[in-house]
């Protein structure tokens, strides 16, 4: 287990490192316009990051002991075509959601 005055350096240090990137674009950049190709790069932002923290949830489940199982790769495959399909972000998530809630009960 981690040391008590260790740990709460660890907050710190990631709570003071969460509030210089704010920091950063709010207080520095505040009312100023950004560069186009700094725009640009930052729509892509949350393309980025969302499948970075989903795909680990698919591949290796922490309810399946990192096994990967078949309700959680068809939700993800599912949610990946409606997203393709349909350009509809809210559709993807609840057919997502729909296959692996049945994908799940008609494993368990």
Same mark, same amino acid.
């Given at each position: 287990?981690? %040391?008590?005055? =260790? ?6 240090? !990631? ?20 560069? =186009? ?15 970075a ?10 309810? #399946? =002991?990192?096994?990967? %199982?078949?309700?959680r ?5 599912? #949610? ?10 809210? !559709? ?8 692996l ?8």
């Amino acid at each position: 287990m981690i %040391d008590r005055t =260790e740990l709460w350096i660890v907050i710190i240090g !990631l709570a003071l490192g969460s509030f210089a990137l704010r920091f950063f674009f709010i207080g520095f950049v505040g009312g100023r316009a950004l560069p =186009e190709w700094l725009l640009r790069h930052l729509r892509y932002a949350s393309v980025a990051i969302i499948p970075a923290l989903v795909a680990p949830l698919v591949l290796w489940p922490a309810a #399946t =002991e990192g096994t990967p %199982d078949p309700a959680r790769l068809a939700a993800a495959a599912v #949610t990946l075509t409606l997203g393709v399909l349909t350009k509809n972000v809210v !559709l993807s998530i609840l057919g997502g959601a729909v296959v692996l809630a049945l994908g799940l009960m008609l494993g368990a």
